[in-house]
């Protein structure tokens, strides 16, 4: 948020994470430099990283490729840091096992929080010579009429006391050598990732409307919107520009401005890079931004450099994250869950994304448990911040850390979903071309959507008529070997739900067991939520019920 001065702050959302290594010094060659080689995935099989890149190297150093082999990548991905001539990188980069190479820098960190609030937290306890210590102190309702800053019977102040009175509408004394005005007219928080700090500095603020450029036959009606050339630029230079409209600032750079303001009906829980001071406001403070330029004489304006600052609605999702409910299969719920940086999991997705904070620990699980532990292990989120609640988180926001351990986990195989592709009207060429085997539909192999073996319920429902809906799942132990786990269901009154059996009595890892999720009620042209929790004392696996009039 960019901050206007009235001001305006921002909301940092993006979050980018590298992994870098410092530079070496040695007596290397002045010409080269230190080049990553992505090679992709990890070797398969028993192939040793390390022996793969050096010989890899010695095709175009020969004996000097331990020399200047920096550093072998052997765990999240396939390559290594090395260093190169122009002439020896192009030459790496020609080969057929190399995906890119690109130098080695170190990058800014730019992620503030995630790591914390993913559960691995980095911060440490501070020493003591770090705690109390005041770093300053603003007084905002100083009254300097007050009996307490009387001068009388002092002498004159030290003269390290250094200041002036910067206004004519308040009297410095011998107890107050100094006054300045930190309170401008008023503050407003805007949306954008400004990195630029005008220091301080007032710039004047106009319309956009008020300048337009003329002599190009362009009227306040293009002008207003800060079209590209619609702006007058003698008119504009070294002034913050008011826009009704939203835009990447190039007009108002082409036209010199000092900054611009766009106001508009949009999202406000997303933040752009422009290339001057800039921030974006709704319509509402937006038309106090325009009242207070044609109402004042001459209005000044700052866009102040954008902050991060706490937003104690976290976490919900973003207003441009897709949302269910699933118009393909109305029957399966979507999104499966959610995760930081806006990336939702979604169902039929043959690799679904998962970000890096998930990845790390649970990659070596198969493909396809990924998402079911991801689902499983979810914290739930609040659905007063996103009112669209499971069509829009899932089953909530991943927990890592439990999903690594979740208990009990829904195996859906292929012959799962072959079935479930069947009962969806996919005859055997249909379903070939998906499988890329001789895989056919016939009788046998059709299944219901209600039984596919995911981690969540959901049941599209006729408005105003009672519905029956039995589901069939199976869960795996992979949490105790002797283990009992006892079912616990949260809904509304409006839905009836019952679990066949309540308890399930565990003997061994691996071991699978059925059960039936019954689902009755009536609902209207709305969403109905609900859970199932198993529970054995040491886990909690929860499941997501929804029921939507459709």
């Given at each position: 948020m960019a901050t206007i001065i009235f001001c305006i702050s921002w909301l940092l959302i993006t979050c980018i994470s590298s992994v870098m290594l410092s530079s070496v010094s040695g007596a290397f060659n002045d010409d080269r430099k230190a080049y990553i080689v992505y090679m992709g995935d990890r070797p398969k099989g028993d192939i040793s990283p390390s022996s793969l890149h050096m010989s890899m190297l010695n095709e175009i150093l020969g004996s000097e490729a331990s020399t200047y082999l920096l550093y072998s990548y052997k765990r999240s991905f396939n390559g290594f840091v090395v260093k190169l001539t122009e002439e020896e990188k192009l030459r790496v980069a020609a080969m057929d096992e190399v995906v890119s190479v690109f130098p080695n820098e170190k990058k800014q960190l730019h992620t503030t929080r995630s790591w914390d609030f993913m559960g691995f937290p980095q911060q440490v306890n501070r020493t003591t010579l770090e705690s109390d210590i005041i770093i300053g102190v603003l007084d905002t309702g100083i009254w300097p009429e007050?009996?307490?800053?009387?001068?009388?019977?002092?002498?004159?102040?030290?003269?390290?006391?250094?200041?002036?009175?910067?206004?004519?509408?308040?009297?410095?004394?011998?107890?107050?050598?100094?006054?300045?005005?930190?309170?401008?007219?008023?503050?407003?928080?805007?949306?954008?990732?400004?990195?630029?700090d005008q220091k301080n500095a007032m710039y004047p603020i106009i319309y956009g409307g008020a300048v337009p450029n003329t002599t190009a036959n362009y009227t306040k009606f293009e002008s207003r919107y800060c079209f590209r050339n619609s702006?007058?630029?003698?008119?504009?230079?070294?002034?913050?520009?008011?826009?009704?409209?939203?835009?990447?600032?190039?007009s108002a750079l082409v036209a010199g401005a000092a900054g611009t303001v766009m106001r508009d009906e949009g999202?406000?829980?997303?933040?752009?890079?422009?290339?001057?001071?800039?921030?974006?406001?709704?319509?509402?403070?937006?038309?106090?931004?325009f009242n207070y330029i044609n109402s004042t004489r001459n209005p000044k304006a700052i866009i102040y450099k954008s902050n991060e600052v706490k937003d104690t609605l976290a976490p919900y999702v973003?207003?441009?994250?897709?949302?269910?409910?699933?118009?393909?299969?109305?029957?399966?719920?979507?999104?499966?869950?959610?995760?930081?940086?806006?990336?939702?999991?979604?169902?039929?997705?043959?690799?679904s994304l998962y970000h890096i904070h998930c990845k790390l620990v649970i990659e070596s699980m198969p493909n396809s448990l990924i998402d079911v532990v991801l689902v499983l292990s979810a914290f739930p989120l609040n659905d007063l911040t996103s009112p669209e609640a499971e069509f829009a988180y899932g089953a909530g926001h991943i927990n890592p850390l439990k999903a690594v351990n979740p208990g009990l986990v829904y195996d859906a195989g292929v012959v799962d979903y072959i079935k479930f592709?069947?009962?969806?009207?996919?005859?055997?060429?249909?379903?070939?071309?998906v499988t890329g085997d001789s895989s056919t539909c016939t009788k046998a192999t059709t299944g219901l959507v209600w039984d596919l073996n995911l981690p969540s319920f959901a049941l599209s429902a006729v408005p105003l008529h009672t519905f029956n809906r039995k589901f069939t799942r199976t869960v795996t132990n992979v949490g105790s070997p002797m283990s009992t786990y006892r079912v616990t269901i949260k809904a509304p009154d409006s839905l009836k739900i019952s679990v066949e059996p309540a308890v399930l009595a565990f003997k061994s890892l691996g071991q699978k067991l059925p059960f039936v999720v019954k689902v009755q009620g009536l609902i209207g042209r709305t969403r109905v939520s609900a859970s199932m929790v198993w529970d054995d004392g040491v886990h909690t696996v929860r499941s997501p019920i929804v029921v939507y009039g459709f």
């Open positions: 007050s009996n307490s800053f009387k001068d009388e019977g002092f002498g004159p102040p030290p003269s390290r006391w250094k200041g002036a009175c910067q206004t004519t509408n308040f009297t410095c004394n011998k107890t107050m050598p100094e006054y300045c005005n930190l309170l401008p007219k008023f503050f407003l928080q805007g949306v954008s990732i400004n990195t630029f702006l007058d630029s003698n008119l504009v230079k070294d002034k913050i520009i008011l826009c009704d409209s939203f835009g990447n600032g190039a999202n406000k829980d997303v933040a752009y890079v422009f290339p001057l001071p800039a921030t974006y406001l709704g319509v509402e403070d937006g038309a106090t931004v973003a207003t441009f994250s897709s949302r269910g409910p699933n118009t393909i299969t109305n029957d399966i719920l979507k999104v499966n869950c959610v995760t930081s940086f806006m990336i939702s999991l979604a169902f039929l997705v043959p690799q592709l069947c009962g969806q009207g996919y005859n055997t060429t249909d379903l070939r071309l």
